[in-house]
């Protein structure tokens, strides 16, 4: 294989930051419905807050510890801040006119008003006087900042008011300076009466509005807003792990302590006030960003979700429960009869969560195993029924990746209630994060134990299996059990990774499963044989598997490769990639599933996988791939991924040099691939039933 230089490779953060911006831009296409334009609008800003806190932070820490290697691309850390911080403004200034000029009148429009202060009638004043003394006044804590009283250690995320005062005896005094932090727990919307519209107020806003009340005997001379992100990486040292739970809840303390890398503060602020605000934080120039919009915008979202406004969203697509399920059996009994393919959201996931609390209640079912990265917490099926399992004397092992990032705490408080009910419950894998998703039920039967496994690319959350889209495999093969187990003893025990018949994982032996399944590829097309790879997933990085699908390219293998954010692949490039085509999708979906398709000379095959193809997956993580077997379960992933290909409504395509283009229908039918498959799903539900029709059992129903 040839060498590669770093002008191959796109930067992995400018490539983000490119994702981020088609976000964006599904907020600003008008053909979108208005909330769910307004919903885009406050993903952006959520993604971006966790891009600084652990993507920018990490860069910070490299610049910091003079650690000046250069990236595949080429790019120093150095100049990877450069480059993020000057598109992070110009985006920032997109939003804030799109805010201001479109998604705020277009609101408006439709009766739904955020009204700034002087808009105000008098009794909505009165309203929100009141609340203000009896609901907000109470849990506010004016701080005085000076030498007597150093600058706060503030929440990262938090809404502050910066405020600059004179003493009414003392104005010689020179200004003084205080900060309010407006309360986190308080809606950051407050919903005003007297009025036919929907009609709000900003809680900082209203916090401004009467903050006399705090400093009698000074006069406010200025008043404005800041907010901070700090470093959110977790780093534990894991060297022994005496007490893993208590060492997690250690690190988030931390966090909130943790370094400021970026000081975000509306643009009407004085330099006075921001320059003592930055010496106080210690900020430097270049984390200062001037915000014309809202700072913090994740409020808008009660907005969005408020019933009653169905026509300013997407027309719903409510889950379908597969026809295999719609018959008067079990559903292990429905399982060992043959594999089953679930396609969530399309797909519902509530055969996922039966699968678990039929297990936990049968009487024959003798142990529970499972991964959980990520859950909806208490309120969750799968949850709930692991504890009843544990209850009911099952031996029920579950393994809590306990550093999903943003999710630790959460994870923590669920892991301790199956501790609780008698589960056996292990935190993580020394230096590895577990992201498999893999779930295993042993049964007595009559003819022996049987194993019954569900693997899948997403996790085990009902409610994000509602809005990412996932697939999950429900099968009772043998082989697929007995990997399961040795999976299982592996992770748990001291067991050596075995020779499995089925699954692949990593960090053994992942990564080398791929590379050879494209170098295959590759020998096919230079024997004049038949090749080809579909291939979908979250973010390509890795550099050894960019350059095996640039060699597979030169060798004439037609590559299509769909990546929803992170590509460092640069297709299209002349003579290294000119059959390699990259297309993303943003939609009402998030688009989460992994899937792989290899010509393989005729003789396809097709794998789903927890893993992406960066090093962090592939080396660093507790991930699987698995086969999909039968041919109609294979050509379901195919058609799939070839509608996601054929989509010229929310795909766009990657340019050489690292820039997207939407694509347009032109002369060709408009196809929306997340619409298409929903309603190709009901013409085939509406097909079968009309020749092999079948009397429906609500799944929740069955005995």
């Not at 997109?94 to 202060?117: D, F, G, V």
């Not at 969560?353 to 297990?359: D, L, N, P, T």
């Amino acid at each position: 294989m040839k060498t590669r230089g770093p002008q191959l490779f796109l930067n992995r953060e400018m490539s983000w930051l490119e994702f981020n911006r088609r976000v964006l831009e599904e907020a600003q296409d008008a053909k979108n419905p208005l909330l769910d334009r307004l919903r885009f609008f406050c993903i952006f800003h959520s993604n971006l807050d966790e891009f600084f806190m652990v993507r920018v932070a990490s860069l910070l820490r490299q610049v910091r510890e003079e650690d000046n290697k250069p990236d595949p691309s080429g790019l120093t850390p150095y100049r990877q801040l450069e480059l993020i911080l000057a598109r992070v403004r110009e985006l920032q200034e997109t939003s804030c006119t799109l805010y201001r000029e479109k998604l705020l009148p277009a609101l408006a429009k439709e009766n739904i008003r955020i009204l700034p202060l002087e808009e105000l009638k008098p009794s909505q004043q009165k309203y929100l006087d009141e609340y203000f003394d009896r609901q907000i006044c109470p849990i506010l804590t004016p701080v005085a900042i000076d030498q007597a009283h150093p600058f706060p250690r503030l929440i990262g995320l938090a809404f502050n008011l910066g405020v600059l005062l004179v003493s009414d005896k003392r104005q010689e005094a020179g200004h003084l300076l205080a900060v309010v932090q407006v309360p986190g727990r308080l809606s950051g919307l407050c919903r005003l009466p007297d009025s036919d519209a929907l009609e709000f107020c900003w809680l900082n806003d209203v916090v401004r509005r009467r903050l006399s009340a705090l400093f009698s005997g000074y006069e406010i001379i200025e008043v404005a807003g800041f907010r901070l992100a700090r470093d959110s990486e977790v780093e534990l040292d894991d060297e022994g792990r005496i007490d893993y739970v208590g060492m997690l809840e250690s690190e988030l303390k931390k966090r909130q302590r943790a370094r400021p890398i970026r000081l975000e503060y509306e643009a009407k602020m004085s330099q006075e006030l921001l320059g003592r605000i930055q010496q106080g934080l210690g900020v430097e120039d270049s984390a200062l960003i001037a915000v014309r919009g809202p700072l913090d915008p994740r409020a808008l979202l009660s907005i969005v979700d408020m019933p009653g406004f169905d026509k300013l969203r997407y027309r719903p697509q409510p889950p379908l429960m597969p026809m295999v399920f719609e018959q008067e059996k079990g559903i292990f009994d429905i399982i060992r009869e043959g594999d089953i393919l679930l396609h969530h959201p399309y797909d519902s996931f509530d055969p996922v969560a039966e699968f678990i609390q039929k297990a936990a209640e049968d009487p024959d079912v003798l142990a529970i195993k499972q991964i959980l990265y990520r859950a909806s917490g208490k309120g969750s099926p799968i949850l709930n029924a692991l504890v009843q399992a544990a209850e009911n004397g099952k031996q029920v092992t579950v393994l809590v990746e306990l550093t999903a990032r943003f999710d630790e705490e959460r994870n923590i408080t669920w892991a301790k209630d199956l501790e609780d009910a008698g589960a056996h419950v292990l935190y993580g894998i020394a230096g590895l994060k577990v992201h498999a998703k893999i779930a295993l039920v042993v049964r007595r039967e009559p003819d022996g134990v049987r194993r019954y496994v569900h693997l899948g690319t997403g996790n085990y959350n009902e409610r994000t299996a509602r809005l990412y889209t996932d697939c999950g495999l429900l099968t009772a093969a043998d082989e697929f059990g007995s990997d399961a187990s040795g999976f299982f003893n592996t992770i748990t025990g001291y067991s050596e990774p075995p020779m499995f018949n089925r699954l692949v994982m990593a960090p053994a032996g992942l990564r080398d499963k791929v590379l050879a399944l494209i170098r295959r590829e590759a020998d096919w097309a230079r024997s004049g044989q038949i090749s080809g790879i579909l291939a979908k997933m979250n973010s390509l990085v890795d550099p050894l598997i960019i350059q095996e699908l640039y060699a597979a390219s030169e060798a004439g293998v037609p590559i299509q490769l769909n990546v929803r954010g992170i590509c460092c692949l640069r297709p299209g490039v002349p003579n290294l990639s000119e059959k390699i085509r990259v297309v993303s999708i943003v939609d009402r979906y998030l688009e989460h599933s992994r899937a792989f398709v290899f010509r393989n000379g005729g003789n396809t095959e097709v794998y789903l996988s927890s893993a992406d193809w960066m090093p962090r997956n592939l080396d660093r993580r507790v991930e699987l791939m698995f086969p999909i077997l039968q041919e109609p379960l294979q050509r379901k992933v195919i058609q799939a991924l070839e509608a996601q290909f054929a989509d010229n409504q929310k795909a766009r395509e990657l340019k050489p040099d690292g820039p997207y283009e939407r694509i347009t229908a032109g002369r060709s039918e408009p196809l929306r691939a997340q619409e298409y498959l929903y309603a190709h799903l009901l013409e085939e539900r509406e097909h079968l039933r009309s020749i092999a029709p079948v009397r429906y059992v609500p799944i929740e129903g069955k005995k």
